[in-house]
């Protein structure tokens, strides 16, 4: 795969599909990598590959990504390297794609970068919902792994630091205020999560506060996948 590396930063990315850009942010909590878009209900490489220049990356310490950890890092330490890697393409303006831990580096992503995202698709963002230990737990283990390399590039207290930066908090959506969603005018298309980890009270509260979102209920079985599609498309399309 191509890798993109800016200081100790290596950033593993694919590239498929001609036109305009689509940046895709996998599932897999922290590690969040192109692989895990194999166990969604449908992968956006293979549905939008021929109508898009769709970028897929590994974040940061997930699948093939790397880079060390360090006391003070945070949500936005992700979204500078998203947006490092589109200066990298040269890349201006582009759609965004993502899911479960997608649904908040979108969000932080328009918080940060408003004028260069078209618009986001968000699949079953995680979200509070009592909650609150799974999400420890969840990073806990990919913290432990890390831990595990006995690298210097990892810390105990660098980790610790990251942990009560990213979900250390009482956000319904992680990483930003409901105030700054109320105000955020980029057009969303919402695809309800329904688990412990997707709460579908979540994707109805970002679907809600945000001025310009459509919320899509039923999108994972049967026929309603070939639905969810469309409303996919036909949304992108509306809004190149």
Known sequence: MPTF???EVKI???EFGKGTPILLIAPGGMRSAISMWSHSPWNPIDVLQDHYRV???DQRNAGNSFAPVAVGDDWNTYTTDQ???MDHLGIDQFHVAGMCIGG????NLLKHA???ITSALVLQTIGRDDNRDIFFSMYDMWAEDLLAAKSDNYSPEAMASLRHNMFDNDLPLFCVEDDFVR???TPMLVFAGNDVYHPNASSKHLAALAPNAQLVEDWKEGADIAQGLDQALQ???ANT
């Not at 908040?104 to 969000?107: C, N």
Request: with cysteine; proline share 8%.
């Open 5 to 7: 590396t800016q200081g």
């Open 12 to 14: 593993e990315f694919q």
């Open 55 to 57: 970028i897929a990356m």
């Open 83 to 85: 947006l490092a890697l």
């Open 104 to 107: 908040p580096y979108i969000l």
């Open 114 to 116: 408003p004028q260069r």
């Open 183 to 185: 105000q955020c005018t």
């Open 235 to 237: 949304f992108l399309q």
